[in-house]
């Protein structure tokens, strides 16, 4: 994986993680949590066991990004982003630009010779909007599996304390 570093990768796991332990969490009475709950450690155990899943195999396995900059000028689509040659390579190596469609269409036929898992092209925001609706669908399905941790892990321990 190539990115600036893996916090980019791992950004939105952790505000997804996070609202979603803390719609959980916000359902289960005070009474009932474990004494010294922390919902800040849980978050940070979470992501961590995440982040592990990745390792445990071949470091990131066969994760693979590929990340292409939009020009928003005319001046960005002639000589490329000037922003993007300070921050990642000290005005070393090459510039290399693509129409949008073309990549598109390597992806299409590169689909039809190849038996990847997954690709695709996403457009990428940075930041995160509550609000979205896939963003509060995804926190609600986590959730809830969240809740079903719950409920099994105290069964568990009510039959062992009989």
Known sequence: MSLNDTSEFFYGWHQLIKTALEMAMGLIPDEKKPAGYDIGTLIENATSQF???FHSTD???HLYVTSFARAKTE???E????TLW???NSHK????QFEEEDVRRMLELD??????EWRGMAEVKYGIDRGEQDFRKLCFQLSQQFLLQVIRASRMLKKSLH
């Not at 689909?111 to 990847?116: A, E, P």
């Open 79 to 82: 000589r490329g982003i000037r």
């Open 75 to 77: 001046d960005h689509n």
């Open 111 to 116: 689909s039809q010779t190849s038996n990847y």
């Open 86 to 88: 300070e921050l990642y």
């Open 59 to 61: 470091g990131y396995g």
């Open 93 to 96: 190596g090459y510039c290399l």
């Open 51 to 53: 982040k592990e899943s």
